[in-house]
């Protein structure tokens, strides 16, 4: 059984920063790829970025140069820092343990999400 609990969601100033924050329980953390997903209202769930078990990173063209991803194995966290953030970030943000299937990775586990909203 694999737990994740995020926090770090908030109301932010277009411009502003927010770090996301991911604590993962019941499972071996450093073997697993994780990744955050955000949708917004009348939207699907999109991956935003992933990060592998050694730390190499992706991320969707929206978000490019603005969030970073990373890991703290020993701390079983996951985080992502979100910069210049604008009013098109506001979502749910999820994380999630990514598996890798035939078709690319995808999310076996959810986070039960954390609320970003970024005014204009």
């Known amino acids: 059984q694999v737990q994740l609990v995020e926090s770090g969601g908030g109301l932010v100033q277009a411009g502003g920063s927010l770090r996301l924050s991911c604590a993962a329980s019941g499972s071996i953390f450093w073997r697993n790829a994780m990744g955050w997903y955000r949708q917004a209202p009348g939207n699907q769930r999109d991956l935003v970025a992933h990060i592998t078990t050694v730390g190499s990173t992706n991320y969707a063209d929206s978000v490019k140069g603005r969030f970073t991803i990373s890991r703290d194995n020993a701390k079983r966290t996951l985080y992502l820092q979100m910069n210049s953030l604008k009013p098109e970030d506001t979502a749910v943000y999820y994380c999630?343990?990514?598996?890798?299937?035939?078709?690319?990775?995808?999310?076996?586990?959810w986070g039960q999400g954390t609320q970003v909203t970024v005014s204009s």
């Open positions: 999630a343990k990514l598996r890798l299937r035939p078709k690319g990775l995808e999310a076996d586990y």
